[in-house]
């Protein structure tokens, strides 16, 4: 069939189908306070991607409590942002884990009724970033602790905050530090290996894998560089493009997200982390 009609106009006609029937995507950020995580939230939703291929009317309010932020209402695609700040001391992964499994669990239940919903609101996380802060040191054993719980019931990607405090030779070495903690410690983080599909997808992904943690700058600025109004930061030296990938990893995370795994996150999220919680539910209870 994809010989005959062309894969292409097959793709458009699922991507039309998809922007029609409209498609809801929940993205969860997590760190210290004070790590940019309400800043990198406006890049994305500023960046070139969404700015092309979304509506544009967003609008972003991102608190800096444990709070349930809806953030852009598009026509029919939802994406909401869920903010959870952790101290870095205390061992607070309680709520986010209670509220991440909550959204399993009303999904679940819509399920389970008799008259089952044509469509099943989906509040399920389907990706968490995680922010690091950029120390240039490994990782610290708050944030082993909190990845090792939320790697099990949520896709999660980390990345290295306010990337532009390292050098280029710490930012790779951190990187490569991280990669080895994540490992030793037996943190899941997406993609996972596991879950590659197919050769072609395996290639895609290494290459992702290779480079998370992605190391990013955010921000709510625009400047002017050679007449074209971009993303950055200024600072005394010079503007830091955030969407420039000789500058800083932005543009490969909202990439991955908006772009190349949305689908891929979702499917991970129904298939796994969803699919687990619901055999674990079914088995323990008499629903
Ligand atoms: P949150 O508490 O994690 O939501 O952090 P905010 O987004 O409120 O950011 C805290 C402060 O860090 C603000 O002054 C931001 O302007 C600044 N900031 C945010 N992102 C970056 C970044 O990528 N680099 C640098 N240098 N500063 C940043």
């Known amino acids: 069939l994809f010989g005959y009609v062309g894969i292409e106009a097959v793709l458009d006609q699922m991507r039309r189908k998809t922007m029609k029937a409209g498609f809801e995507f929940n993205i969860m950020v997590v760190g210290q306070s004070g790590l940019g995580k309400s800043t990198l939230v406006n890049t994305l939703f500023k960046s070139k991607v969404s700015r092309k291929s979304c509506t544009p009317s967003y609008e972003e309010k991102i608190c800096k409590t444990v709070k349930l932020h809806s953030v852009s209402h598009g026509e029919s695609t939802h994406t909401h942002t869920y903010t959870h700040t952790h101290t870095g001391l205390e061992q607070s992964w309680e709520p986010i884990v209670k509220y991440v499994n909550e959204q399993y669990e009303k999904y679940l239940r819509e399920e389970l009724h008799v008259n089952r919903?044509?469509?099943?609101?989906?509040?399920?996380?389907?990706?968490?970033?995680?922010?690091?802060?950029?120390?240039?040191?490994?990782l610290r054993p708050i944030d082993v602790e909190f990845m090792k719980r939320l790697g099990k019931i949520v896709s999660i990607v980390p990345v290295i905050a306010k990337a532009d405090t390292?050098?280029?030779?710490?930012?790779?070495?951190?990187?490569?530090?991280?990669?080895?903690?994540?490992?030793?410690?037996?943190?899941h983080v997406y993609p996972q290996k596991e879950f590659d599909e197919d050769p072609e997808e395996h290639v895609l992904n290494e290459r992702i894998r290779e480079s998370i943690p992605f190391a990013v700058v955010g921000t709510d600025k625009e400047h002017q560089v050679n007449g074209n109004k971009v993303l950055g930061r200024k600072t005394k030296w010079g503007i830091i493009e955030v969407e420039n990938v000789a500058h800083c990893e932005f543009a490969n995370l909202r990439d991955l997200l908006i772009r190349s795994h949305l689908q891929d996150l979702k499917d991970v999220t129904h298939n796994?982390?969803?699919?687990?919680?619901r055999v674990r539910r079914l088995n323990e209870s008499n629903m």
């Open 117 to 138: 919903k044509r469509r099943i609101p989906d509040s399920r996380v389907h990706c968490c970033i995680y922010f690091l802060p950029a120390t240039g040191h490994r």
């Open 166 to 187: 390292l050098t280029i030779e710490e930012r790779q070495e951190f990187k490569e530090r991280i990669r080895q903690d994540l490992a030793a410690n037996g943190i």
């Open 272 to 277: 796994i982390h969803y699919e687990t919680y």
